[in-house]
Structure formats: structure tokens, C-alpha cells
């Protein structure tokens, strides 16, 4: 169901023509912003029906979450609280929004095909649903951040535009790769299983329960770690830690590249995507 | 706003069929390997052409049936009119409002509530939350369910279910409404209002494509009718020699 009065639908005319088609999807799900922000926001509240404490079970599993890994672990690596218990809540809130982003992608058009293959309703509405879901349970574990932020006296040295430049770039990054698994989950049901893994594994390799002055020698392998650049854009403002120019170039390269690649395989995929489901 | 229009031209559309196994990586890999990266062909995908060269133009005021047997084409053409599938061949071109009743349970979430179910559907349909307000008594007063709305839709009864969603999917105006086998809906009084309803859109319609096997709902509803086979389509003829066409 297209508001829009006028449909026209060709048969395959070239690559250029692919394009044109798939930024028109994009322009159109902006158009209709407010459906994906509908559809987000009826997955949040439908997931909590029910239940006593409803979407701040968000809030609340989050918040246990921080406490049990940042006392322990503040304990193991003797680390003193004040430091480590922001540390980690922002760590662990930031990586999550970014998993949560790629993994909920695998479903993005899977759980969709329903409407995809009867409405015109554009691709690209069903992304943003996901990102949008996800921002919802960030607004709700912010509370947990602040909450910290404030009891152990960082705001004085937060850098909060910068952080929030650091949030954008983390939103950029991660919805390319939330598309990039939603195309391919669409064509190949093992890729879920794959981007699982995959998240699972880089969350321990990225320090988000540690300190990365602690890895020592193998630096090199921080730097070589996009989830670190990402969370690291985040986290260092907040703490009133300086981040690294180089940073910010990896971020930005990273964006670019991947948007470009994401949308061409987009562009390509388009027409057949909804033939996968 | 110019008038309700459908124009298909030399439409075709083709299904790739990947079969269970092609959704695997692990068999796309081990293809790739062992005919040494072939990936990219088309291997193991076998085409379906569920249209061929369907040339169709319709006029504000024109009421199309579509018939023809299971597997005709019939719910692949409204597909393709409503815009989720893309032709490989030839254009479709559609002025208007598209609405769309394909299935009755597009985007119904059994554990929401009937009013939340309401509000869903009609955001998909393209109502914005403002409409949607304005709209929901008269919405909710169709579906006769009353307090009912209030709980949520999987404590329903299948009919109970069939009214909601029949109101929720006709209180989007459109201009061009496309529907798949009118699944009779409800108990007989419901039917009724149904009957009053679907004729009142389709009046307001301007072009309506209802693909049925029902020989009297397509005298009831239609003006025209076109048969399908095997992805072939007839002549559009008037509805009067609808017998001539079912027989042929």
C-alpha cells in the first residue's frame, strides 16, 4: 500500500537503473519515517505485555548486568570502583546497542516477508525498524549510565557532543552492517549463526569488561579492531578521556566503505529480496 | 489528481525457486568449490515464470475479476500491482492510492490488543497516528466488538478475528483496491455490513481487481473479467460473457 498516487515498476534496465531504484527506496522509507519509528515502538511494548515492570525489565536485567561483571571484575583486576563501574556501564550499554543492531538485522527482512510481498512499502522502513528498537532499549539503559555517571562525579569532564559524534558514528557504522546481515540472512539461513558468533566473539575480544591498557604488547590488535574504535568514540568523551584522532578516520572510512558496498549489494539484491523470503 | 489508472505492459514476471538446500551456505560453497567458483551462476536456481507478457489497461470505473486455476497467476499479478514484486520484463504503471487486502492477517500481532491491532494495520496502510485517532470509533464501531477490542486478538474467535481485520484493512481510502479471494468474513450480519462496505470502496475505488473463483461474487463485484493460465492472460471481456470464458 503505497500513499504515494503514482507507481511505475520496470523490468531490469541496467545497473544505473538499480541505483535509481534503491535510493528511491531510501528516500521513500524517510518519507514515512514515522511507520518504522510505529513499528519499533509496538515491538518494544509488545515484547514487555504482560509483565509487572514492562519495558524497564530493560532497565532493570541491564542494571543487574552492570553490577554483578563491574564488582567482579573490579575485584579480580583490583581496580577501584569509581573507575571501573562507569567504565563498564558504558561499555556494556554502547557494545549492546551495536550487537543488538547487527544480530536483530538477520531478522530485519525475514520477519517482514509478510508485508514485503504484498504492500510497496519500502526495504528500507524494516532497517530502520531495527535501528529504531534498539535506540528504545538505549533510552532505557541510559538510565543506568547517567544514574552511574553522576554517583561517581564524571560530569564535570564529560565531553558530551563529542560522545554524541561518537553515537552518530556508532549508528552509521552499525546500520550498515545490521542491512549488510539483513540481505544476507534473507539469502542464506546460516548467516544468523555466523553474525552471532561473530558478535559474541568480539565483545570479548574488545575491552569492554577490561582495561586496554592491560593487553600491553598486542596493542596492535586493538587498533585493528573496529568495535573498539567505535565503542572507544563513545566512551572515552564520556569518561573525559581524549580519543585518538585515528579514531575518528577509521570510523569515518569505515562508514563510507561500508554504506557504499552495503547499498551497491542493495541496489543489486533489491528486485530479488523479496523472492529469498 | 489525475484519475485512477492501471496500465501493464508485456508484464513478466519470473520466480527464482531456491530450494531448500540453495538457502544454505555450507551447499552454495561446496557448488562454488567443486565446479571452481561458479558461484555467481545460477546454479541450482530454477526460474518459474508466473506471468508471461500480461498486457492489461484499466480505467477509473473499471472492476476487474480474475480467474483461473490454482497456480494461474492470479495472486502473483496482484502482487505485482501492488508493488512487492518487480516485473523482469515489460512495466506496470499504477495512478493512485493502492490498497491492497491480499491477507486478511497482514501485520496482526496476536498478543496485542484489538485497538493496537487497529492502529498497526492502519499505519501500514498509510494512515498517520492523527487519521488514525480521528477514524478509530467509526473503525471500531464496524468491527461490533466492543469491549472485546480491549483484549488481546489471540483470545478472539477466527470470525471475531475476521471482522477486526476486515475493518482495520477498508479504512484506508484508496483508489485502486486489489483483493485475493474474498474470504467470507464474520457470521451473516457481519457479511452484510461487509457487502455495504466493500461496495461503498468500491465505488469510491475507481478501479477494483478481485481475483475469485466464485462465478456470483464476480457478477456481484465485477465488470470485467480476465482469465489466467499458466501465467498467460486472456482478453479482458465484459462480465456478461463471463460462462463463454469459464468454459473455453
Redesign the interface.
Known amino acids: 500500500m503505497e500513499t504515494a498516487t503514482h507507481m511505475l515498476r520496470t523490468g531490469q534496465r541496467g545497473a544505473l537503473f538499480q541505483f535509481q531504484m534503491a535510493l528511491r527506496d531510501l528516500r521513500n522509507s524517510f518519507q514515512r519515517i514515522g511507520l518504522a519509528w510505529s513499528l519499533a515502538w509496538h515491538d518494544v511494548t509488545s515484547r514487555y505485555r504482560g509483565s509487572v515492570l514492562g519495558p524497564f525489565w530493560i532497565t532493570l536485567s541491564m542494571g543487574l548486568m552492570v553490577l554483578g561483571i563491574g564488582f567482579l571484575y573490579a575485584s579480580l583486576f583490583d581496580l577501584p570502583l569509581n573507575q571501573f563501574l562507569p567504565y563498564v556501564a558504558l561499555g556494556i550499554v554502547f557494545f549492546g546497542v551495536m550487537t543488538g543492531t547487527v544480530n536483530e538485522g538477520c531478522d530485519t527482512f525475514v520477519l517482514a516477508s509478510g508485508m514485503l510481498s504484498q504492500t510497496s512499502l519500502p526495504m528500507l522502513t524494516f532497517l530502520w525498524r531495527t535501528v529504531f528498537r534498539n535506540l528504545i532499549n538505549l533510552a532505557h539503559h541510559l538510565v543506568i549510565v547517567v544514574a552511574m555517571l553522576t554517583f561517581y562525579g564524571y560530569w564535570q569532564t564529560a565531553n558530551v557532543p563529542l560522545a554524541l559524534v561518537g553515537v552518530l558514528l556508532m549508528l552509521l557504522n552499525a546500520s550498515w552492517m545490521s542491512l549488510l546481515a539483513a540481505i544476507a540472512s534473507a539469502r542464506y539461513r546460516d548467516i544468523p549463526q555466523i553474525v552471532v558468533s561473530v558478535m559474541q566473539f568480539a565483545i570479548f575480544m574488545t575491552p569492554v569488561f577490561w582495561m586496554p591498557s592491560r593487553f600491553g604488547k598486542h596493542q596492535v590488535f586493538l587498533d585493528l579492531n573496529p568495535f573498539y574504535h567505535l565503542l572507544q568514540a563513545v566512551r572515552g568523551p564520556m569518561l573525559g578521556q581524549s580519543v585518538q584522532g585515528h579514531s575518528y578516520v577509521v570510523l569515518v572510512a569505515m562508514a563510507v566503505v561500508g554504506w557504499l558496498v552495503t547499498f551497491t549489494i542493495f541496489a543489486r539484491t533489491r528486485r530479488r529480496l523479496v523472492h529469498y523470503l | 489528481?489525475?484519475a485512477a489508472s492501471i496500465t501493464c505492459t508485456d508484464l513478466?514476471i519470473r520466480?527464482?525457486v531456491?530450494g531448500a538446500d540453495a538457502?544454505?551456505?555450507?551447499k552454495?560453497l561446496a557448488r562454488a568449490v567443486a565446479v571452481g567458483g561458479a558461484l555467481g551462476r545460477h546454479a541450482g536456481v530454477t526460474d518459474v515464470t508466473a506471468l508471461e507478457g500480461v498486457n492489461l489497461k484499466l480505467q477509473a470505473g473499471d472492476r476487474l475479476g480474475l480467474i483461473g486455476h490454482n497456480g494461474s497467476g492470479k495472486t502473483t499479478l496482484l502482487?505485482?500491482l501492488?508493488?512487492?514484486?518487480?516485473?523482469?520484463?515489460?512495466?506496470?504503471?499504477?495512478?493512485?492510492?493502492?490498497?491492497?487486502l491480499?491477507?486478511l492477517?497482514?501485520?496482526i500481532?496476536p498478543?496485542?490488543t484489538g485497538y493496537?491491532n487497529i492502529?498497526?494495520r492502519c499505519?501500514?496502510?498509510?494512515l498517520?497516528?492523527r487519521d488514525i485517532d480521528a477514524r478509530m470509533d467509526e473503525i471500531a464501531e464496524f468491527t461490533g466488538l466492543g469491549p472485546f477490542l480491549s483484549m488481546?486478538v489471540k483470545t478472539y474467535s477466527a470470525g471475531m478475528q475476521g471482522r477486526l481485520a476486515f475493518a482495520a484493512a477498508t479504512a484506508?481510502e484508496?483508489?485502486v483496491l486489489l483483493m485475493d479471494e474474498w474470504i467470507a468474513v464474520g457470521d451473516a450480519d457481519f457479511q452484510k455490513l461487509a457487502h455495504k462496505r466493500l461496495l461503498k470502496l468500491v465505488e469510491r475505488a475507481g478501479i477494483l481487481v478481485l481475483a475469485t473463483h466464485e462465478a456470483p461474487l464476480l457478477k456481484l463485484y465485477c465488470n470485467k473479467v480476465m482469465k489466467l493460465e499458466g501465467g498467460v492472460a486472456s482478453e479482458i471481456v465484459d462480465i456478461r460473457k463471463l460462462d463463454q470464458l469459464l468454459k473455453s
Open positions: 489528481m489525475t513478466t520466480f527464482p531456491y538457502k544454505s551456505l555450507k552454495a502482487r505485482a501492488s508493488g512487492a514484486y518487480e516485473p523482469d520484463d515489460g512495466s506496470i504503471e499504477v495512478h493512485g492510492r493502492i490498497a491492497s491480499l491477507d492477517s497482514l501485520g500481532d498478543s496485542a493496537e492502529r498497526l499505519r501500514i496502510g498509510g498517520s497516528s488481546p484506508v484508496c483508489d
